[in-house]
């Protein structure tokens, strides 16, 4: 899709607050002054669920996850005026952090030990990620040594962006090869897992909402507000997940709720966090595809690789099931990650330990290696 005319970007009437400041020129310059069909919010919506709707129609899986993220991925690429929503994704985490902590329950606590072993992988995991993604990004695609650095660590995204640009590297680099590279696993692993291991992804990922009792409805509801706000006062970081899940866990292990969020609610998760991961991409120049987007999907077969042979380790040498290890080794966002367990009905918390393992060393080990590379 082009865009044509080049005049002085106006600011337009009831638009201003709706789009940010890349995609508010491709409004102005698309449509003429008083002719703005729809807010870039509105069009985003509407743009993932159409493509919610087509993979629903095609029976591909996860439809509510993956038909708003590539959908959203093809229009940002056309230049389409998007507009994320980031205040109603974080919020659609808190419902996945309290998912996960509903999940741990005094059964689970008689696990840790078993877990253990498996864990222990995820410090040689990311640091086998590091001795290879280093180079790669380094000598191979010529990124300077702080936006190679954090281009390879598998971290979240918002704190390698911090991270990163503190180092002094290029935070729209590593924006681009973030999103890639979370696109790219949860994209793939549907196929692989429905493909290769028969996986049926259910329908609707839970008990509906009438067949919860209101007070537990009622008490995850408030481990996700007090839990996220908690968090995010003591600045953790995954503050949206974190946070409840702690809090549901007590609750859990207290026996105040037996029951997960309702399948209603993990799958407005998904479609949110499906519109987000597209989002991102919005801006996004011929150049930035040729270079940036080539050298991240490069990355992710390379993480892939490494992701399959150690979950292919932890389940030879520790008898830990194949799938789960699988979604436990993806090095895909924690709140993407989620979604994919609770959908494939896996263990999540093994899963969720896994991740919360892998952030932690990325974590920790950013600002001393930030420091080195300044």
């Known amino acids: 899709m082009a865009f044509a005319g080049s005049g002085a970007r106006q600011r337009q009437p009831g638009a201003s607050g709706h789009c940010t400041e890349l995609a508010s020129s491709y409004c102005v310059q698309m449509y003429p002054k008083q002719d703005l069909p729809m807010s870039p919010l509105i069009l985003t919506l509407a743009i993932a669920a159409a493509g919610a709707g087509v993979f629903q129609i095609l029976g591909l899986p996860l439809p509510l996850l993956l038909g708003p993220m590539f959908f959203c991925l093809l229009a940002a690429l056309a230049k389409a005026p998007l507009k994320g929503t980031p205040r109603i994704s974080e919020a659609?985490?808190?419902?996945?952090g309290v998912a996960v902590g509903s999940s741990i329950t005094p059964e689970l606590m008689g696990r840790l030990d078993a877990m253990a072993a498996?864990?222990?992988?995820?410090p040689i995991f990311v640091i086998v990620i590091g001795l290879i993604g280093y180079p790669y990004f380094r000598r191979l695609c010529r990124f300077d040594p702080p936006t190679a650095y954090y281009a390879a660590m598998p971290g979240g995204l918002q704190d390698m962006l911090v991270f990163g640009e503190e180092a002094g590297g290029n935070p729209r680099i590593l924006s681009l090869v973030h999103a890639t590279r979370?696109?790219?696993?949860?994209?793939?692993?549907?196929?692989?897992?429905?493909?290769?291991?028969?996986?049926?992804?259910?329908?609707?990922?839970g008990e509906r909402v009438a067949e919860i009792p209101p007070s537990e409805l009622a008490i995850m509801a408030a481990s996700a507000v007090i839990g996220w706000l908690?968090?995010?006062g003591v600045g953790l970081f995954g503050a949206s997940i974190i946070g409840p899940m702690v809090v549901s866990a007590v609750a859990s292990l207290s026996g105040l709720i037996e029951s997960r969020?309702?399948?209603e609610a993990i799958l407005l998760a998904q479609f949110f966090i499906g519109l987000g991961v597209g989002v991102n991409y919005v801006g996004i120049t011929l150049q930035e595809v040729r270079t940036v987007l080539a050298a991240a999907l490069g990355f992710c077969v390379i993480l892939s690789g490494l992701s399959v042979m150690f979950a292919e380790a932890a389940h030879h040498f520790l008898d830990a099931p194949i799938v789960e290890a699988l979604l436990a080794f993806a090095p895909g966002g924690q709140g993407e990650m989620v979604v994919l367990a609770f959908a494939a009905g896996v263990d999540l918390a093994f899963v969720v330990t896994?991740?919360?393992?892998?952030?932690?060393?990325?974590?920790?080990?950013?600002?001393?290696v930030g420091r080195w590379l300044r």
């Open 92 to 96: 659609m985490r808190t419902v996945l």
């Open 118 to 122: 498996s864990v222990a992988f995820v």
């Open 182 to 205: 979370v696109l790219a696993i949860v994209a793939i692993l549907p196929f692989l897992l429905t493909a290769i291991w028969g996986l049926t992804f259910a329908s609707m990922p």
């Open 230 to 232: 908690g968090a995010r």
């Open 261 to 263: 969020p309702p399948g």
């Open 354 to 368: 896994h991740h919360l393992v892998r952030l932690v060393v990325v974590i920790l080990g950013a600002p001393l």
